[in-house]
């Protein structure tokens, strides 16, 4: 597609509840990377992927937290047994490689609420 | 370690100068720059990868200076548009950096520009 495109753009859950949230990155682009911003506060890195694999899953919270990423393109992040510290602003971004020349190409996030 | 930016935040009037900072303790590999409106996703500036690099567009560019621990994003006679919240993003892993795409974000600087 022209941009990122992720899904719901806003997602509303109850507390202990499970919630997939999708990227559909830029066709083409091999790296793609989860990021999370809460109120006022910078981006927090959660997972990135080169292809299908994910080298570094070291910013992941806790292990309620899980991606995966198939056929080189759709990534879902999923959200187990979610709590109110959960809500944030989920923000994927891809980019052409994982080459350090590369800026990224940001979705609009999701905006994820934990009552 | 997170990259320092400066200031916190700027008010401009129209047609004012400002520059934002991004300091480090250690050398970066390189140094990322954003733009994010508020609601909005974060959009992609300029990458600068050399000590003594400097670049630009229209009038928004910055620099790199020699020992790679400061960069600083200038913007010159500035427009309403360029309201928004600014954050460098540098690669955590300064060794393996042509491979590690994790970034890590200074907190941002918000820039205000009134009529």
């Known amino acids: 597609g022209a941009g990122v495109s992720q899904s719901p753009s806003n997602k509303v859950t109850e507390k202990g509840k499970d919630v997939e949230l999708r990227c559909d990155p830029i066709?083409?682009?091999?790296?793609l990377y989860w990021y999370r911003q809460s109120l006022g506060q910078g981006l927090e890195f959660l997972i990135y992927?080169?292809?299908?694999?994910?080298?570094?899953k070291s910013g992941l919270p806790s292990d309620r937290f899980s991606a995966e990423r198939t056929g080189g393109s759709v990534s879902t992040l999923t959200i187990q047994r979610t709590q109110q510290e959960d809500s944030a602003v989920y923000l994927c971004?891809?980019?052409?490689?994982?080459?350090?020349?590369?800026?990224?190409?940001f979705g609009s996030g999701t905006r994820l609420t934990v009552v | 370690q997170q990259p320092v930016q400066s200031p916190q935040a700027v008010i401009l009037r129209e047609g004012e100068d400002a520059v934002i900072n991004c300091s480090s303790s250690?050398?970066?590999?390189?140094v990322h720059w954003y733009r994010q409106k508020h609601g909005e996703a974060p959009v992609f500036l300029m990458i600068?990868?050399?000590g003594g690099e400097q670049k630009g567009h229209d009038k928004i560019s910055a620099s790199f200076n020699e020992k790679k621990q400061q960069s600083s994003l200038y913007l010159t006679a500035s427009q309403l548009s360029y309201s928004g919240t600014y954050f460098c993003g540098t690669p955590e892993a300064y060794y393996n950096a042509g491979n590690n795409r994790k970034l890590i974000w200074g907190l941002g600087t918000s820039l205000a520009v009134n009529p």
């Open positions: 066709s083409g682009h091999t790296a």
């Open positions: 971004a891809s980019s052409p490689n994982q080459g350090a020349n590369y800026g990224y190409t």
């Open positions: 992927f080169q292809g299908n694999s994910a080298p570094d």
């Open positions: 250690k050398a970066l590999y390189s």
């Open positions: 600068l990868l050399k």
